[in-house]
């Protein structure tokens, strides 16, 4: 429960595990009714670091949660006693703040009025999330070029159902789910979070999610202009 004169707060927890460590990870998350959204990706690190780590594939599952900061201040130690990200070649997590978010299905929304504070000194850019059913990311792209972003970048990945986790033969279906990753000029952030949320319908529950976090430094992108 938060005090009064608390700020509130999300946060993002991102993993990225070798194989074994992504399942327990899963398992864990399953067991704990918690939404997530898991990803492939291959590492970029050379071949005799990885043997000499016992780690015999670059293969890597990148998973993400949104959390309020208390929930994940608690699940952070809970789930890295399960897969022991301190012993090596187990995997990585880290963890950014969160400026807005709409999470109907969990109840979690927060401001930018709310994360003032937050935000870095001198900073030029924020990154957009949006996590949709397959399918729908190129929508949401669309809705953020209306509002001024120059484009998006889609990736596809699989979500947990959390709480309302559907099952066919009692087995859990895991849907198949799409991000959308925008970067922004922190001027006209707040515009495109507004026009996808309100377009995509994003504070009804089963539509989405949308997230975004402060990008402190950046080489190679080109300003979009304000509208």
């Known amino acids: 429960m938060r005090a009064n004169n608390e700020t509130p707060a999300a946060r993002i927890l991102t993993f990225v595990l070798l194989h074994d460590s992504s399942i327990a990870a899963a398992k864990f998350i399953r067991k704990m009714q918690v939404s997530s959204t898991t990803l ?20 890597r599952e990148v998973i993400k949660l949104l959390m309020s900061r208390s929930d994940a201040e608690e699940f952070l ?3 890295n006693s399960k897969i022991r990200l301190q012993d090596p070649g187990n995997g990585i997590v880290y963890v950014s703040e969160v400026l807005a978010c709409v999470d ?3 109840d979690l ?3 930018f009025e709310d994360t003032i504070d937050l935000v870095p ?3 030029m850019y ?8 397959r399918g729908s990311a190129e929508r949401i792209v669309e809705i953020a070029k209306e509002a001024g972003a120059r ?3 889609i990736m596809r990945g699989k979500g947990s159902a ?4 559907q099952k066919i033969f009692g087995i859990e279906i895991e849907p198949e789910k799409e991000l959308a990753v925008i970067i922004t000029p922190v001027g006209i952030t707040r515009k495109v979070f507004d026009a996808i949320v309100k377009e995509a319908e994003l504070e009804l529950p089963g539509k989405g999610i949308i997230f975004v976090e402060p990008i402190v430094d950046a080489i190679g992108l080109v300003d979009s202009p304000e509208a």
């Not at 780590?53 to 670059?58: A, F, K, R, T, W």
């Open 151 to 153: 484009g998006g970048t």
């Open 40 to 59: 492939m990706a291959r590492g970029s690190i050379s071949s005799n670091l990885l043997n000499a780590l016992g780690i015999i594939s670059d293969r």
């Open 162 to 165: 959390g709480k309302d986790a």
């Open 77 to 79: 130690p809970l789930i």
């Open 126 to 133: 924020n990154k957009i999330t949006v996590i949709v059913d």
């Open 121 to 123: 000194e001198g900073a």
């Open 104 to 106: 109907a299905d969990n």
């Open 109 to 111: 929304k927060l401001g």
